[in-house]
């Protein structure tokens, strides 16, 4: 545990009335109270309190049962009810957001899949049709080659043997 070391000063008759108020609503001791204060100031000063954010007010009604059970909590954990509450919205919240997170991500990836399905099916059939129409287009070719083949050979006769060949010599 840390070194422990007094602190001591006179505050105006109101002030020191209001603060032993405090004290015995949230069933705390003079020196946990003042260390909270003395925290809370440092804390603001460095800009670890509160953020410098816009702040909005959220204001809900419980029951008298619900209220002592958040009261007795601040209490024990030795807090500021807004803290003690505003801790358990995060952590809510941030719940709530990683559940929701995780089912837009499934969502996506399904909706992935399915367009990668439909790109490949897509593509089968392209390339199925473009198999068969290639298959004709080279036939055809093929059939034109041919066809050449055989009308240049007619037109230009080609030596059988030496003594033929030797004759054009």
């Given at each position: 545990m840390a070194e422990m070391?007094?602190?001591?000063?006179?505050?105006?008759?109101?002030?020191?009335?209001?603060?032993?108020?405090?004290?015995?609503?949230?069933?705390?001791?003079t020196q946990i109270f003042i260390r909270q204060v003395i925290e809370e100031h440092f804390n603001r000063l460095e800009g670890k309190g509160e953020e410098s954010m816009e702040k909005r007010t959220l204001a809900v009604q419980v029951t008298?049962?619900?209220?002592?059970?958040?009261?007795?909590?601040?209490?024990?954990?030795?807090?500021?009810?807004?803290?003690f509450i505003i801790r358990i919205i995060e952590k809510a919240?941030?719940?709530?957001?990683?559940?929701?997170?995780?089912?837009e991500q499934l969502e996506?990836?399904?909706?992935?899949d399915r367009l990668e399905e439909a790109k490949e099916t897509a593509e089968d059939v392209y390339e199925?049709?473009?198999?068969?129409?290639?298959?004709?287009t080279v036939e055809a070719a093929e059939e034109e080659t041919d066809a050449?083949?055989?009308?240049d050979a007619e037109e230009e006769e080609i030596p059988e043997s030496e003594e033929e060949t030797e004759e054009i010599a």
């Amino acid at each position: 545990m840390a070194e422990m070391k007094n602190i001591c000063g006179k505050i105006p008759v109101e002030l020191h009335e209001k603060v032993r108020a405090e004290i015995e609503e949230k069933e705390t001791s003079t020196q946990i109270f003042i260390r909270q204060v003395i925290e809370e100031h440092f804390n603001r000063l460095e800009g670890k309190g509160e953020e410098s954010m816009e702040k909005r007010t959220l204001a809900v009604q419980v029951t008298e049962e619900l209220f002592q059970r958040v009261k007795w909590a601040v209490t024990k954990e030795g807090i500021k009810q807004k803290d003690f509450i505003i801790r358990i919205i995060e952590k809510a919240v941030e719940e709530v957001e990683a559940k929701w997170k995780e089912l837009e991500q499934l969502e996506e990836n399904a909706e992935t899949d399915r367009l990668e399905e439909a790109k490949e099916t897509a593509e089968d059939v392209y390339e199925e049709g473009i198999t068969e129409e290639e298959t004709e287009t080279v036939e055809a070719a093929e059939e034109e080659t041919d066809a050449e083949i055989s009308e240049d050979a007619e037109e230009e006769e080609i030596p059988e043997s030496e003594e033929e060949t030797e004759e054009i010599a």
